[in-house]
């Protein structure tokens, strides 16, 4: 195996699986239906967001967790023309079916915007989730309720976990394939 295959493998592998995860709706829902019940309004807008949350802060994670690593542009690259790709069919299916121009994938990088800018107007801390909950709260109408507070703040740390997971993996099989050239 060349050195473009040590990263190429593990980090299409990579992309590939963290895309998947993504747009999995399945996690998803067990946090959604752990709520107590709401307005169909407001379910909608909470269901909307967790997913503009999930693929936000899986990128989010595949930068911070691959800081300084040779995999971090590959995978990064990967996942994010996947969510372009997928962004663009959600974004044709949704115009036909309202009759205006929708941009997924603009919303997509207006919310990164938001959240970052939440981030960065915390400063430093320790536990980013602690950001993250409130901002999602307020993405989705009311930064009181403590309900989105905790349905964004568990998204965000179970998809940090899952990346962290994934990522080590392909760190690992990396390192592995360098060891044998």
């Not at 663009?88 to 938001?114: C, H, W």
């Not at 960065?120 to 602690?130: C, H, T």
């Not at 109408?141 to 962290?164: E, P, Y």
Request: proline fraction near 3%; charge should be negative; include cysteine.
């Amino acid at each position: 195996m060349n050195a473009t295959e040590n990263i190429d493998v593990p980090a299409s592998r990579a992309g590939e699986q963290l895309f998947q995860f993504a747009i999995d709706r399945g996690d998803m829902q067990k946090i959604l239906n752990s709520l107590p019940p709401t307005t169909q309004e407001k379910r909608a807008s909470l269901e909307y967001e967790i997913q503009l949350l999930r693929i936000i802060s899986v990128g989010w994670a595949i930068a911070f967790f691959l800081a300084d690593d040779r995999l971090k542009n590959p995978v990064s690259q990967y996942f994010w023309e996947n969510i372009r790709t997928f962004a663009a069919t959600l974004s044709s299916s949704a115009s036909l079916t309202v009759g205006a121009d929708i941009d997924y994938f603009d919303t997509v990088k207006q919310r990164l915007d938001f959240y970052v800018g939440a981030l960065d107007s915390a400063g430093k801390i320790d536990q980013p989730a602690m950001v993250i909950g409130p901002a999602f709260a307020e993405a989705c109408g009311d930064q009181n309720d403590a309900c989105a507070i905790l349905a964004g703040s568990k998204m965000f740390t179970h998809t940090i976990h899952a990346v962290r997971e994934c990522l080590q993996a392909a760190v690992d099989q990396q390192e592995g394939s360098d060891v044998r050239s």
